[in-house]
């Protein structure tokens, strides 16, 4: 028998071993994965890049890579560091870079995702919806300011270490490289950000129909301007109607339409520059800068006004649910039930039956424990009803201690039934809350098409008192 357990317990202990040894085989195949994929998109990103190259040079003026890999970083945590490496060595040496200055720029790219990830991490309130002025501030800040700053630094450190580049054009070579993950990560972060790290939301027919007027109307002017034939005094004019739109796509559409909308407006304006595309360009360097500068802007006042009427939402949709329910119980508020009570009046859904409740006794617990605790007896009665009623049934907080519930479609027989189960919940909460039990006194009425709801309110509310009187007699 002693064996018997023996031979148990060592198989257990086999057991949790390899049970151990699997979940850590299966964690790093996970992180191998995961620095596949980054890697792959990274190498990808890179080649959308070579779209975008100026004719005087053969490197583009975004990296698109250096948006992605932030947005991976942020997505993903630091386990997608590995992945941001690797497709950065990869796209270094297949462009016969030498394998020295591809590891010295490939660690300059993993320190312009870490530190800015870093320090964006330490931050609670940072959204990946980018809802909130802070989370811009903190993604502009450290993703398209110092982070570009610190790989673009390495980056010359190493050029000048290995004497691949003289020391009077390493100035030159930090603006630009910073330029261009700057702008990476301004036009292509925030995008990935939002539809990637955020479920997507619900629109109904008009918003759609909205959200679809305005992106066409965007896309439609920007690519009306880089492929019309019209005069340049002409495209310059139209072009600043090109402002309002970007603020009323802002206003209007939630950050995913407008991200969007950024996107391909700021890519389409990016290829423009890089081509020579409309009277807008004639490829000097002060029309690219001018222009680079006009688009960072446009971005970044449209991310701060999105999120601005993100949080002006979401203080209407606030205020709007305190305007019909109490703040303690959640339930419905008397406000609402008299804006229900009229609207029923006046329906089809007869019979309509009403419950009067009231707490027995809550005074005495207020007295005795507090009104903490009685709060919390008001709070288990809600959670109790909640639990028991249909949604399209009208739960309200009438006020101190009573509440009042609407059941439309109910005729008195299943009237008296939700009565029984009510009670039949209370005495299960009860055995359960020995301490804190729930005792609560109803009455009901159910009101007939042509009949009167107020007259039936008074006789719930009316048969309610009775009990309670009845239960003091007891």
């Known amino acids: 028998m002693e064996k018997e357990k023996d031979s148990i317990k060592w198989l257990l202990i086999l057991d949790g071993y390899m049970d151990k040894d699997n979940r850590t085989t299966n964690l790093i195949a996970l992180n191998v994965g995961k620095s596949v994929i980054v890697a792959a998109i990274y190498f990808l990103a890179s080649l959308i890049g070579g779209i975008f190259r100026l004719d005087t040079t053969t490197i583009p003026i975004i990296w698109p890579q250096a948006g992605a890999a932030l947005a991976a970083v942020l997505l993903l945590g630091y386990t997608a560091l590995p ?23 490939a660690f300059g790219n993993i320190m312009a995702v870490y530190i800015p990830a870093y320090f964006i991490f330490q931050q609670k309130d940072f959204s990946k919806l980018l809802e909130n002025h802070g989370s811009i501030l903190l993604l502009v800040f450290f993703g398209v300011i110092i982070g570009p700053l610190i790989s673009a630094m390495i980056n010359i450190t190493g050029l000048y270490s290995l004497q691949l580049t003289p020391i009077e054009s390493l100035p030159s070579i930090l603006g630009k490289r910073w330029l261009r993950d700057a702008l990476g990560v301004l036009v292509f972060s925030p995008f990935l950000l939002v539809w990637l790290g955020n479920p997507f939301p619900r629109f109904n027919k008009e918003q759609i129909i909205e959200e679809l007027a305005i992106f066409l109307s965007v896309v439609g002017l920007v690519l009306f301007l880089f492929f019309s034939k019209i005069h340049s005094d002409a495209v310059y004019s139209i072009s600043f109607l ?93 406000l609402f039930f008299e804006t229900e009570f009229k609207r029923l009046e006046k329906s089809r859904l007869f019979p309509i039956s009403i419950i009067m409740a009231d707490i027995d006794r809550l005074k005495d617990v207020n007295d005795t424990f507090g009104h903490p605790t009685g709060d919390q007896v008001l709070i288990n009665v809600a959670s109790l009803f909640s639990e028991v009623f249909r949604q399209e049934d009208i739960v ?62 008074k006789n719930a509310d009316k048969l309610m008192y009775q009990e309670k009187q009845k239960k003091k007699r007891e």
């Open 396 to 457: 309200s907080r009438f006020g101190g201690d009573e509440f009042v519930i609407l059941l439309p479609s109910t005729n008195a027989a299943i009237a008296k039934k939700i009565i029984k189960r009510i009670k039949k919940q209370i005495s299960s909460y009860n055995r359960k809350h020995v301490d804190l039990p729930i005792n609560i006194s109803m009455g009901v009425s159910t009101a007939n098409q042509g009949e009167s709801l107020k007259g039936h309110l």
């Open 242 to 334: 090109i402002i309002p739109l970007i603020i009323w796509a802002s206003i209007r559409t939630k950050i995913h339409g407008s991200s969007l909308i950024n996107f391909i407006t700021t890519l389409i304006f990016l290829w423009g520059i890089t081509h020579n595309q409309s009277f807008l360009f004639n490829g000097s360097s002060l029309p690219y800068l001018t222009f680079v500068f006009i688009i960072c802007t446009m971005l970044i006042t449209s991310l701060i006004i999105s999120a601005s009427m993100a949080k002006l939402r979401i203080s209407q949709k606030s205020l709007s649910y305190l305007s019909t329910h109490d703040t303690l119980t959640r339930l419905y508020n008397r």
């Open 83 to 105: 992945g941001v490496f690797f497709g950065s060595l990869t796209i270094a040496l297949a462009a016969g870079v030498p394998l020295q200055f591809s590891i010295i720029n």
